[in-house]
């Protein structure tokens, strides 16, 4: 990464004060030397805490509050950074939420992609040759574009699409549109498709946090339906790396799937059952003075279409790129689950924020 990020690079990085994009603005900040430029609406799950402890933040960090909702603010932000890379992962992307108001998500995901790809474009054209070479766009992505598996087989780069809610829609729209305009106008784009995500700093709506924090507190935690519902977990700064990796090194118009480990090196899917068995014990561990908290745990009405399993098959980029994850499950989740009980003030405030 460093050796394509020399000096004066510039890079957009679009929702950097979210979960993923603030992971990837901090790491540029810390392993690079690049300028770094984050577009950010600032909605309900943002938040530069993480970003502003970071001393290298006031020389080389811009935020460029902006709505990719707005074409003409999109554009101006664009010529502003006058980047060299751009990673786009702003995104509406809670599933309950698409399930309540979809629109939104067709107005941020859908339109707001189509916004930054005009605005893209146009610069990209206007580039002198030797930088216009270097350009990259990125666009990072879901495994929930590809739907649901039966009880066998991972999703990989040749899955055909197939989403079941209206963010997975949403996001399969801005997918096939990212697409559209590399083989249309020539765009140098690189496309990555990511399993769940976990880690600190997590917006705490999500379930990991959700499981956290109801425990730490003593009060009930909710599980969908069965509970039997199998996602893959990645952890956040692994996931970070592959992002830069395919963003400075992927083969231009090619995909590129995203998933994570578990203990010596097995496969990292679980049941959401498991994943909040696992928390419990952790917490039974750290704060024993609640155990046993799987006590608990509370069976809610399952999700409206609720995907039953999602698995990565991430050989192509362990096989072209060489990345591996290196946090397994247990290690990531321990991680997580002492990182939330250390910042229950951050939860609780950026909770408060969002109501």
């Not at 950010?40 to 460029?64: C, F, N, V, W």
């Not at 702003?90 to 309950?96: L, R």
């Amino acid at each position: 990464m460093t050796d394509w990020l020399v000096s004066g690079t510039r890079v957009l990085v679009t929702g950097g004060a979210g979960f993923i994009g603030g992971a990837v603005v901090r790491r540029l900040l810390r392993e690079s030397t690049a300028l770094v430029f984050n577009l950010d609406k600032l909605g309900y799950a943002s938040d530069l805490t993480s970003i502003a402890m970071l001393p290298q933040a006031a020389e080389r960090h811009q935020l460029l509050q902006v709505d990719l909702g707005d074409a003409e603010a999109t554009a101006a932000a664009v010529r502003q950074a006058d980047p060299d890379l751009v990673l786009h992962l702003a995104a509406e992307s809670h599933v309950d939420r698409s399930i309540a108001g979809p629109g939104a998500f067709i107005t941020s995901n859908i339109s707001g992609t189509f916004h930054l790809l005009q605005a893209v474009r146009a610069h990209w054209e206007q580039l002198p040759p030797e930088r216009q070479a270097r350009f990259r766009f990125h666009h990072i992505s879901t495994d929930e574009v590809f739907g649901s598996l039966g009880p066998e087989g991972r999703f990989s780069e040749t899955t055909p699409y197939d989403p079941r809610s209206p963010y997975s829609a949403s996001k399969a729209a801005s997918d096939h549109l990212v697409r559209a305009w590399h083989h249309t106008y020539g765009l140098p784009v690189v496309l990555t498709n990511c399993s769940n995500n976990y880690g600190p700093w997590q917006f705490p709506e999500k379930l990991i946090p959700v499981v956290i924090l109801k425990a730490a507190a003593g009060e009930a935690i909710p599980l969908y339906g069965d509970g039997a519902n199998v996602r893959d977990w990645l952890y956040v700064d692994d996931h970070v790396e592959a992002l830069l990796l395919a963003a400075t090194r992927g083969r231009l118009g090619e995909s590129y799937c995203v998933g994570g480990a578990g203990d010596h090196g097995s496969p990292s899917e679980r049941t959401n059952s498991e994943v909040v068995q696992a928390i419990c014990g952790l917490m039974d561990r750290l704060r024993p003075a609640g155990a046993p908290h799987a006590r608990l745990i509370t069976p809610v009405t399952d999700r409206l279409g609720h995907d039953r399993r999602y698995a990565i098959d991430a050989g192509k980029i362990t096989g072209e790129l060489g990345w591996r994850p290196r946090h397994s499950f247990e290690q990531g989740l321990e991680a997580t689950v002492r990182w939330t009980l250390t910042h229950l003030d951050w939860c609780e405030r950026v909770l408060q924020r969002a109501r």
